[in-house]
């Protein structure tokens, strides 16, 4: 939005640079034809859950109201967040990479490949869905579904003939 909007002020507008930022905004909101907007609200987890209407957060500009989340023409992609550290725990099921923060939780909880007797560091593997993303079975992008496998583990679970089951 920054880049829109440094783009789009010229010299001789009156106004400002935060005015302009909050037009792109409710441009690429209301979705004008052929431009797609991708707005990050956080939401902690409580809030998600409906216990709280507050915390909502858009990323970079600060707290929203909930009702602003219930119009039925506005589209928002939730990412669920813990309300103690903002660390993120879901971010639905349209996106196959986790964001990095996600990402960093799952490689420092699993700290090394998941196959028994394998002790390839998490840093250096790959992290992976345990359901599978591309194939619907409910593979989305949450700490509960992500996992670390080195990336020869990695590429044998999809192996006709193996079995991948976290039991």
């Known amino acids: ?24 905004l409710a441009d690429l909101a209301l979705g004008l034809p052929g431009v797609l907007a991708q707005v990050y609200v956080h939401v902690p987890i409580d809030a998600a859950l409906g216990i709280t209407n507050t915390g909502r957060e858009l990323a970079g500009h600060g707290p929203i109201p909930g009702e602003i989340m219930a119009d039925k023409n506005s589209v928002w992609r939730k990412i669920t967040c813990d309300p103690v550290s903002g660390a993120v725990l879901d971010v639905g099921r349209t996106r196959y990479r986790p964001p990095a923060a996600l990402d960093e939780l799952v490689r420092v909880r699993d700290r090394d490949c998941l196959v028994p007797g394998c002790r390839r560091p998490a840093q250096r593997s790959d992290v992976d869905h345990h359901r599978d993303f591309r194939r619907g079975k409910n593979g989305h992008i949450s700490k509960a579904n992500l996992t670390c496998l080195c990336r020869r583990h990695h590429r044998l679970k999809d192996v006709a003939g193996w079995n991948f089951d976290l039991a």
């Open 1 to 24: 939005m920054d880049g829109i909007a440094h783009k789009l002020k010229p010299k001789d507008e009156d106004r400002t640079l935060d005015q302009i930022r909050a037009d792109v």
